[in-house]
């Protein structure tokens, strides 16, 4: 009964979804949040807290117009805000958008146009405890500095690769690391989430309480609630080999060849990590590869299954050294100024696609000519089937990646340019790259369908790939805990669950669930 209210609720609220009542007050929401005592929290567009935590949005396009943006220090904070604007919203429509380290490049996923944005910017705090060598996160925080935290304690966990990267929407979405093949994804490695539902209460998801919440937290993204702390679990720290290698384009095939070879590999030598990078970049003038590699020990020289691209020859840089995950994290960061665009597939461990991949690369280089200045950066990630052998063990996710048994390409498509007037022609671009790379795995009977949540852009649809079962499972735990659909109808940034169907394809079912 409870399933088909919440369904009915969240499916008729899409009408209205994304309209704003014309005659409606801008800050009636906002004067509301401000009523209950939070005022000093609560900023409109003329503060400058308002503009620098709008700068702070990684992608210029993410940087909407909320009529308010409100920057809880709590768990206590996050709930009352909730309250009031569900409160609220019987009176006038107070949609919200919830924001960690904004760091996602689809526009709208963290920010709202004339809505309410919910910043954890401040809960940004990383606490390390020996006695359950546990890291208490909160969401607001940045790799880079939970990286900090640890590298101090001498302990590791699976996290992003990037510092700049938050934790709140790397975690919710699934996360790849240098650890994926040792201990799964970042989601997988989750003790227990501190969680504000819809109805402002504070609970504990975890394998033992609310064990369906914290199943479908891992991989569900915003659809079930504000997460406000994340307790990951760490272990020893070593040293790492790691760093960023250049190459001559010409030598691309070889690199997609050893790739490929590599994630056959991975599962007999689980510290190891490496990423393919084809980069352009207008200001340098040519197209290169560059490659990030890592090994999550101390060796004496390079493991074995680094030697086919060890010996690829004429690298002409190479920042390969031992040192920890501060330090590599600050490399793998993108250049500044750019609007981006990133699009993502999933395609099985087949040469051929990644030589496709290349051959489209130099075709957008042609076509961008000299209309902008250009950062396009295609990556190949190994995404082998041992990577989800860590999940069930932690409780499961929700990705579904379980139900495959080949090894997988996670395909990344990155895209920069400056000039907003040329914002259209750049998406259709890369729009048409994903759709002719897929068109061509598809004719070779080589295509996945997965779509990497933390990836995906706008015009792509992550959470029905996760395969019908767990769609099942993730209504089922949005009816539970947010039966008025305040995730859904309230919240219409990011992947909404009201909108997915349950794919037609039978193959996506999990029999034992059904
Ligand atoms: C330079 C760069 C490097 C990257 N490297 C990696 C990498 O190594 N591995 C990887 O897997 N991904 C990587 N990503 C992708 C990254 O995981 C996503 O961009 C991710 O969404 C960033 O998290 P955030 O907290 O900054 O996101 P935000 O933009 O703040 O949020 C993302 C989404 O999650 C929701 N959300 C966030 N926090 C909460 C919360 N506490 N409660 C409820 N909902 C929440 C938001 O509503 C939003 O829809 C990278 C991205 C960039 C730009
Ligand atoms: C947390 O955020 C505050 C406010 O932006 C900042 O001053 C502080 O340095 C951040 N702390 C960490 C650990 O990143
Ligand atoms: C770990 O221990 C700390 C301190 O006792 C506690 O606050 C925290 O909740 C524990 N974490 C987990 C996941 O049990
Ligand atoms: C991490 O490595 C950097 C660069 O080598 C070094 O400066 C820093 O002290 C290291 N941090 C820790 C905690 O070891
Ligand atoms: C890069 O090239 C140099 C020789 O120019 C070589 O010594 C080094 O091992 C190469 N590095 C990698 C990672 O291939
Ligand atoms: C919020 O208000 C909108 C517009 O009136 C309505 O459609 C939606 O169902 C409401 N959501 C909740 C959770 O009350």
């Known amino acids: 009964m409870r399933t088909s209210l919440w369904v009915q609720v969240a499916f008729s609220a899409f009408a209205v979804t994304g309209e704003r009542a014309t005659e409606a007050d801008p800050t009636f929401c906002c004067d509301a949040l401000k009523a209950a005592g939070l005022q000093d929290i609560t900023h409109y567009p003329d503060a400058a807290a308002y503009a620098a935590r709008q700068e702070a949005y990684y992608n210029p396009l993410a940087r909407l117009k909320p009529a308010c943006i409100i920057q809880p220090n709590r768990a206590e904070e996050v709930s009352t805000i909730v309250k009031m604007l569900v409160k609220a919203n019987k009176t006038q429509p107070c949609q919200f958008a919830i924001r960690a380290g904004g760091q996602t490049i689809r526009e709208g996923a963290a920010n709202i146009d004339g809505g309410v944005t919910i910043d954890l910017g401040f809960m940004n705090s990383t606490t390390y405890f020996a006695e359950n060598k546990t890291?208490?996160?909160?969401?607001?925080a940045r790799w880079g500095t939970v990286f900090r935290a640890l590298d101090k304690a001498d302990v590791a966990s699976a996290g992003g690769r990037a510092a700049s990267v938050g934790v709140g929407g790397l975690v919710l979405g699934g996360g790849n690391s240098f650890y994926s093949a040792r201990k799964g994804l970042v989601c997988d490695n989750v003790q227990n989430f501190e969680v504000v539902l819809a109805n402002g209460d504070i609970v504990h998801a975890n394998s033992e309480s609310n064990s369906d919440l914290f199943q479908v937290l891992k991989g569900g993204a915003n659809n079930f609630g504000v997460v406000t702390r994340i307790d990951l679990k760490t272990f020893e720290r070593e040293p790492i080999w790691g760093g960023v290698v250049a190459y001559p384009v010409d030598t691309a095939d070889l690199h997609t060849k050893a790739l490929v070879n590599f994630g056959e590999k991975l599962a007999d030598d689980p510290y190891a990590s490496a990423i393919v990078?084809?980069?352009?970049?207008s200001h340098i003038g040519f197209p290169?590869?560059?490659?990030?590699?890592?090994?999550?020990?101390?060796?004496?020289?390079?493991?074995?299954?680094?030697?086919e691209f060890l010996a690829i020859p004429g690298n002409f840089s190479s920042s390969m050294r031992t040192t920890n995950m501060t330090d590599l994290t600050e490399e793998l960061e993108k250049p500044k100024g750019f609007r981006w665009k990133f699009l993502t597939l999933t395609f099985q461990n087949d040469e051929r696609i990644l030589k496709k991949a290349t051959e489209l690369f130099h075709y957008i280089i042609?076509?961008?000519?000299?209309?902008?200045?250009?950062?396009?950066?295609?990556?190949?990630?190994?995404?082998?089937?041992?990577?989800t052998k860590h999940s069930v063990a932690n409780g499961g996710n929700i990705l579904g990646l379980d139900r495959f048994s080949e090894n997988n390409i996670l395909f990344l498509y990155v895209i920069g340019w400056m000039k907003k007037e040329n914002d259209e022609f750049m998406h259709k671009i890369s729009e048409q790259y994903i759709e002719d790379l897929d068109s061509y795995a598809k004719s070779i009977g080589k295509s996945n369908p997965y779509i990497y949540l933390p990836y995906a852009d706008p015009t792509q649809d992550p959470l029905s790939t996760y395969g019908s079962a767990n769609i099942l499972k993730m209504r089922a735990a949005a009816a539970k805990y947010d039966p008025e659909g305040v995730f859904q109808t309230m919240v219409p940034g990011g992947f909404k669950l009201s909108k997915v169907q349950i794919p037609e394809d039978h193959d996506y079912l999990q029999h034992d669930e059904l």
């Open 135 to 140: 890291a208490a996160v909160q969401p607001g």
């Open 277 to 281: 990078i084809l980069l352009f970049e």
């Open 288 to 307: 290169m590869v560059g490659n990030a590699y890592e090994y999550t020990k101390p060796i004496e020289r390079p493991p074995p299954i680094f030697d």
């Open 366 to 387: 042609e076509t961008v000519g000299d209309r902008d200045e250009l950062h396009l950066s295609p990556m190949f990630q190994p995404l082998p089937i041992s990577f």
